[in-house]
């Protein structure tokens, strides 16, 4: 299945959230703070908020779980 992050086409296991398929790319962060500081998956379970991304032109989706779907379109901050 494929994924595009930020414009870049990604292949990607059809049973990945998208941060695992955001790991798996080697990007260590989802978006910066307020205060320009990287910001990455920290629980894995919804509850930080810190790996938000815009999928699919909806911004604040958590990546850690939304399950991947091809053709996905995904944009943040990434590192």
């Known amino acids: ?4 992050i ?3 086409a990604l292949q990607v296991a059809a049973d990945s ?3 695992a ?3 798996r790319a080697g990007l260590s962060s989802t978006r910066l703070s307020e205060s320009a500081q990287p ?3 920290f629980c894995g379970m ?3 908020q810190e ?9 604040h989706r958590l990546a850690c779980l939304t399950q991947v779907k091809d053709g996905m379109q995904i944009e943040g901050d990434f590192a």
């Open 1 to 4: 299945m494929t994924l595009h």
């Open 6 to 8: 930020n414009g870049l």
């Open 17 to 19: 959230t998208v941060a």
């Open 21 to 23: 398929a955001l790991a």
């Open 39 to 41: 910001r990455a998956a």
């Open 46 to 48: 919804g509850i930080c």
């Open 51 to 59: 790996c938000r991304v815009q999928i699919d032109g909806i911004p």
